[in-house]
């Protein structure tokens, strides 16, 4: 009887034990799915001028020079990147010949792969009007497309907006 009773015991102890078990992979698989989430939705871009004019030449322009960066803070990588920077106000690329593109407000940049935990940077010599450059250049925008490695495309926006639709 004894040995029952003990039997009965051990069986409910072990059923405990892998009741636990259970549970506990289900949030470690839950936990897997947030963060694989929050790196896809953690890829970004970032931009900032590495140097900006203190005054505009005789023609009202002036020559800035940004720097954007593309961010895959995720474990895999990323491929068929496409980053676009909107930027308020019409400006001129000035390409490495020294021969000035078209006038625009989108740069457009794409890498084929950036691996996981990794980014890619590009930098931009840019000219625009010096004035309506000071009043607006905040308000740029950059949105970056990607596809994962599950062959899923995916577009992130930055800033990010917040549910009511304001930037964060």
Not at 8 to 37: M, P
Request: charged share 25%; net charge neutral.
């Amino acid at each position: 009887m004894l040995t029952t009773w003990l039997a009965v015991v051990s069986a409910l102890i072990a059923a405990c034990g892998l009741a636990f078990t259970a549970v506990e992979l289900r949030h470690v698989r839950q936990r897997r799915v947030e963060d694989d989430q929050l790196a896809t939705d953690g890829v970004s871009v970032s931009w900032n001028p590495l140097s900006a004019p203190d005054r505009a030449s005789r023609d009202g322009s002036a020559v800035w020079t940004y720097e954007v960066v593309a961010h895959n803070p995720g474990r895999f990588p990323i491929s068929q990147v496409e980053v676009e920077l909107t930027l308020p106000l019409p400006v001129r690329r000035v390409h490495s010949s020294g021969q000035l593109g078209e006038e625009g407000t989108t740069l457009r940049m794409v890498q084929p792969v950036i691996r996981g935990g990794a980014e890619r940077c590009w930098k931009r010599v840019l000219v625009m009007d010096f004035v309506i450059a000071g009043d607006r250049l905040e308000k740029s925008e950059a949105t970056i497309s990607f596809v994962d490695v599950r062959g899923r495309r995916h577009t992130n926006h930055w800033p990010r907006r917040a549910a009511d639709g304001s930037l964060d």
